[in-house]
């Protein structure tokens, strides 16, 4: 079971219903008119067309699978003394006083250029159920990270 945000949910449903609707029916004419042009045993056009089918069944079946597994959380249920999945932690590096803040998200709505990391990261992983004041060492690929938590937010 994977828990998710609604937003993260409607993300999902939205590029499912792209790659069926949209992505899929395109490849398939194109398919058919690559099969037009006979030959194709040596047909560069029609292989290529047909990977990229493969490659778009086996996204759809992949967020199929995600969708039957979600669950949403009510984040009105949730609280902020303690960091947890949807929390936004803003946070200083102690070792180089520099501020970051991150949102702890599924692992399918990770996006670091909009600071959400994964929790299954080696951050969000540290940070879980820690609370504001609290430090934590976190062993990152360049080293172990001081980080203290400044304040948690929904």
């Given at each position: 079971?994977?828990?998710?945000?609604?937003?993260?949910?409607?993300?999902?449903?939205?590029?499912?219903?792209?790659?069926?609707?949209?992505?899929?029916?395109?490849?398939?004419?194109?398919?058919?008119?690559?099969?037009?042009?006979?030959?194709?045993?040596?047909?560069?056009?029609?292989?290529?067309?047909?990977?990229?089918?493969?490659?778009?069944?086996?996204?759809?079946?992949?967020?199929?699978?995600?969708?039957?597994?979600?669950?949403?959380?009510?984040?009105?249920?949730?609280?902020?003394?303690?960091?947890?999945?949807?929390?936004?932690?803003?946070?200083?590096?102690?070792?180089?006083?520099?501020?970051?803040t991150y949102t702890i998200v599924s692992p399918h709505e990770a996006n670091l250029r909009e600071g959400k990391i994964s929790i299954k990261s080696p951050i969000a992983q540290a940070l879980l159920n820690k609370k504001v004041g609290d430090v934590v060492e976190v062993q990152v690929p360049i080293g172990v990270?001081?980080?203290?938590?400044?304040?948690?937010?929904?």
């Amino acid at each position: 079971m994977e828990y998710m945000s609604q937003e993260g949910y409607d993300k999902l449903v939205a590029e499912l219903h792209q790659l069926e609707s949209v992505d899929l029916p395109q490849v398939r004419d194109a398919i058919a008119e690559a099969r037009d042009k006979g030959d194709l045993s040596e047909n560069f056009e029609y292989h290529a067309a047909k990977r990229e089918q493969a490659r778009i069944l086996g996204r759809i079946r992949f967020k199929q699978r995600v969708l039957e597994n979600a669950r949403v959380i009510n984040t009105s249920l949730l609280g902020s003394e303690k960091v947890g999945l949807l929390s936004k932690v803003e946070m200083t590096n102690i070792d180089r006083n520099a501020r970051m803040t991150y949102t702890i998200v599924s692992p399918h709505e990770a996006n670091l250029r909009e600071g959400k990391i994964s929790i299954k990261s080696p951050i969000a992983q540290a940070l879980l159920n820690k609370k504001v004041g609290d430090v934590v060492e976190v062993q990152v690929p360049i080293g172990v990270q001081k980080l203290r938590i400044e304040s948690i937010t929904l």
